[in-house]
């Protein structure tokens, strides 16, 4: 097994062992009665750890399925994303691939990590991705671990090769059960309508 299999084992592992203590505190202490859609959790979500990419932004696999949402931005680029799906935690994961459809090499702009200088020592990120439910008024940021990583895909390459596919994920507070559908906005790309499941 590489070493950077048993670095992911080791990641997810301690994500799992994270949300697990999370999951046990919160239960022990009751909930908040809500009025929190906007706030950052203290800890690690349960999400995977799928955020590191040592350099090539090339070397994530692939998506499977259909996509929800298809828009073409800057370069040739093309964003598809696959799902939009709440969990039990209160957390809603968008999983994604981006596609250099063009002829010529993309170079990844820094306003994919957002603005926060907080967020800046993870290297490239989708940071800078939000969503917004226009029918609550409200936007949602991308999620932040103890440690003020983005709960989303980063230190991937900065460069995108033709045909090359940079797979991503990011992690949301999850809206109300009520909202449905809201806008993904993301840097070089047209706001485009997910649905939520």
Known sequence: MSMRHMTTMRRAGAAALLSAALAFSLTSC?????GNEGKEPSSSSSAPDRGKDDGNASATAPTSGDPIANVKGDGGLELAV????RDDGGFLTVDGQIKNTGSQGFTVPVSWNGLEEAVAATGNSFAGMTLVDSKGKK???VLRDTDNRPLTTYAYGSFIKPGATLTFFAQFPAPPTSTTKVDLQFPGFPSTSIELS
Do not use: L
């Open 139 to 141: 936007r949602y940021y």
């Open 82 to 85: 696959h799902s939009a799906k």
């Open 30 to 34: 009751g909930g908040d009665g809500g």
